[in-house]
């Protein structure tokens, strides 16, 4: 029976499949019903207990957590089983139905329900044992990268403090591309012709603009001699490298100062050759060799904390072997945190972290919103990295980024608020009572943002709160999938909610888009460039019988009420109908808790967290909610921890929880 299944749903008849492995029957039936795009640790169901492995799992590992499954199992009553109820359907699932009733694949599913229900002794405690591994990320850690490039933001804020210079030059550099939501990661870091052009060029031109008239920046430690090439050598190496040059390159690097008669030449020549090398370009961020260490755990926490190279104390606290120790790297720590570098370096977090770049670079319909110019977009990342900044840096519980019953608006914003206008710009203004906006999904930059440039979009505000603010991923349309929708006409005139029916009854869409467009139909209210609205307005001119125009044509505008009730599917109680509600959701949930660190290590790791980050990813979090949600705790926590990573417990009550998702 098994062997003819599998040939029915085409797994093939090889001894794996006749011997009724998991890996070859039921594993194959939730991979070809797409179980993996949520139940993975990024995935809408990711507060769930059912998480797959890797998709390079070994069988072994796949048939361990096959039997892992039991957990999902009712071991008296197998059929009220979770695992058989959920997929198909006959109980409530984000996910819908997976697996269809009466077919070949739900045999395979009972059959596999009824051999875990059968599993006891050793074969249940090794079953179980596998999930527990997986809560606490067995596996093997994954090595950060031993060097980083130089982010442009990274570089501009180097040169400026190793030479004075305030260009920018990276600004001029080829674009650099998102990848993990951000430009800092180590898989996208490749090098270009064209940037390695550009490095070239800017290191003539910074070094050319480095002596220009003398000495101007004070670089040379010293009165110009033959003694002072080797210490300028020597120093400014140093401070280029992050960490002391070896004999070689100073013995290389002086010979090449003294191929210039001229003193302030050499100087020269010897920065523009620094400034190409990969010493410069690449940060040392991990090494197994101890005699740089320190100077790896500078140049990480520079970056990490500052966004730029580390200063004369901290290349001395490496020096000195003061960065050892748990409690001098805290003091280091929050000593960073008091320089204003690090709100710098905040800053750019931000900027990448909540996309400014997709509403600086987009446009909107200026006959629709004669009021949105690009000073307005403008307005609107400085409104969100100000309330973002003030947040942070006044000790403010950061979940507050949801449910703050108020604004920092300049004159473009208060237009389009409808709050006065602020004596001071970007000032804290409270929105009004009514007006149901809330934190960051109450401000323009997230509402603008996140639609199209004639209307508002629910489907990218949902994507945007999964993608951003809970960490999910959901899985991009299938190809060839029409995306288009149903244009609005005088005689079908729709509000957004009815132009989607497709997305909820088109089986090929209807699975992702419940998890985006569910959220954002409760945010309606707002059209695309953040302007509140109690309903939705069509003006169709040159429309018979209409009043206004000439002829018996005119403008003819209707109104169409909105239905703004949602839900965030996979979190319990979660039914909002404004942004105010859905914040006060989000600022409660666990998933968004814990995302507001995974973004944040991610940043800073320059990579995406593994199983064998969950512990860390769990006790940061831990941290953090006991700090009242103190960003700043978040910081100095996530930076010790990567310091001196500790064998930790999963803290209780963070553990992925059994949910009705």
């Not at 796949?62 to 359907?89: C, M, Q, W």
């Not at 104390?313 to 960073?336: F, I, N």
């Amino acid at each position: 029976m098994l062997r003819r299944l599998c040939v029915i749903i085409g797994l093939g008849a090889g001894a794996l499949c006749a011997q009724g492995t998991f890996g070859s029957g039921l594993y194959q039936v939730m991979e070809r019903a797409s179980c993996r795009a949520c139940h993975n640790p990024d995935g809408v169901a990711s507060g769930t207990r059912l998480h797959f492995p890797d998709a390079d799992a070994s069988p072994e590992k796949i048939e361990a957590f096959g039997n892992s499954l039991v957990a999902l199992v009712d071991r008296e009553h197998p059929e009220l089983s979770l695992l058989y109820r959920k997929p198909t359907a006959r109980i409530a699932h984000t996910g819908g139905e997976r697996i269809k009733p009466g077919s070949p694949e739900e045999v395979l599913l009972k059959g596999w329900i009824d051999h875990l229900a059968q599993l006891s002794g050793a074969e249940l405690s090794n079953a179980l044992r596998y999930k527990e591994l997986e809560e606490q990320g067995a596996g093997a850690a994954v090595q950060d990268a031993e060097l980083r490039r130089l982010t442009h933001s990274q570089y501009n804020h180097t040169v400026r403090d190793l030479l004075g210079d305030q260009t920018d030059p990276a600004n001029q550099f080829p674009p650099e591309d998102f990848v993990n939501g951000f430009r800092n990661q180590s898989r996208g870091q490749s090098l270009s012709p064209l940037l390695v052009e550009g490095y070239s060029s800017a290191a003539e031109r910074l070094a050319k603009s480095a002596f220009r008239g003398g000495d101007t920046h004070n670089l040379i430690p010293c009165k110009p001699s033959v003694a002072c090439r080797a210490r300028f050598v020597r120093e400014f190496g140093l401070r280029a490298f992050r960490r002391p040059l070896d004999a070689g390159e100073q013995t290389r690097y002086e010979a090449l100062f003294r191929s210039q008669a001229d003193f302030f030449k050499g100087a020269q020549v010897v920065v523009e050759a620094m400034l190409q090398s990969p010493n410069f370009l690449f940060r040392l961020d991990s090494t197994p060799d101890p005699k740089l260490k320190a100077w790896a755990t500078a140049s990480r926490l520079s970056y990490s904390l500052w966004d730029t190279m580390p200063d004369a104390d901290l290349l001395a606290a490496a020096a000195r072997g003061d960065l050892a120790t748990r409690p001098s790297v805290e003091k280091v720590t929050r000593r960073m945190l008091a320089d204003p570098r690090a709100h710098e370096a905040l800053d750019e977090y931000v900027s990448q972290w909540l996309r400014f770049d997709r509403l600086t670079t987009s446009s909107k319909d200026r006959r629709k919103f004669p009021l949105y110019t690009r000073e307005t977009a403008s307005s609107m990342t400085e409104e969100a990295r100000v309330f973002v900044s003030d947040l942070v840096w006044n000790s403010f519980n950061f979940m507050s980024l949801f449910t703050a019953d108020y604004g920092h608006v300049n004159q473009e914003l208060a237009r389009i608020y409808g709050v006065p206008t602020p004596a001071k710009e970007f000032d804290r203004v409270p929105f009004p009572a009514g007006s149901e906006r809330a934190g960051l999904l109450g401000e323009g930059l997230f509402l603008a943002l996140t639609a199209k440039p004639e209307e508002s979009s629910p489907t990218a505000r949902g994507l945007y709160v999964r993608e951003i603010f809970l960490c999910q991923h959901v899985p991009d349309p299938p190809p060839g999938v029409n995306t288009n929708l149903p244009p609005v006409t005088e005689a079908k005139p729709q509000t957004n909610r009815d132009r989607m029916t497709e997305h909820a009854t088109n089986p090929t869409c209807a699975t992702c888009h419940k998890l985006m467009d569910s959220v954002g139909f409760g945010l309606e209210k707002f059209d695309a460039v953040g302007a509140r609205r109690e309903q939705i307005t069509f003006e169709f001119k040159g429309s018979p019988g209409a009043t206004g125009g000439s002829g018996g044509r005119g403008t003819r505008v209707v109104n169409l009420k909105i239905d703004t009730s949602g839900t965030v599917a996979g979190i319990p109680d979660s039914q909002f109908s404004s942004p105010v509600e859905l914040g006060a959701v989000l600022a409660k949930s666990a998933q968004c808790q814990e995302c507001m660190v995974k973004q944040y290590f991610r940043y800073t790791a320059g990579r995406m967290e593994t199983a064998a980050d969950r512990p860390l990813i769990l006790k940061v979090t831990d941290d953090f909610r006991n700090s009242q949600f103190r960003f700043q705790e978040l910081i100095v926590s996530l930076t010790l921890m990567r310091e001196f990573p500790v064998a930790v417990e999963v803290p209780k009550g963070l553990a992925h929880v059994a949910s009705n998702h």
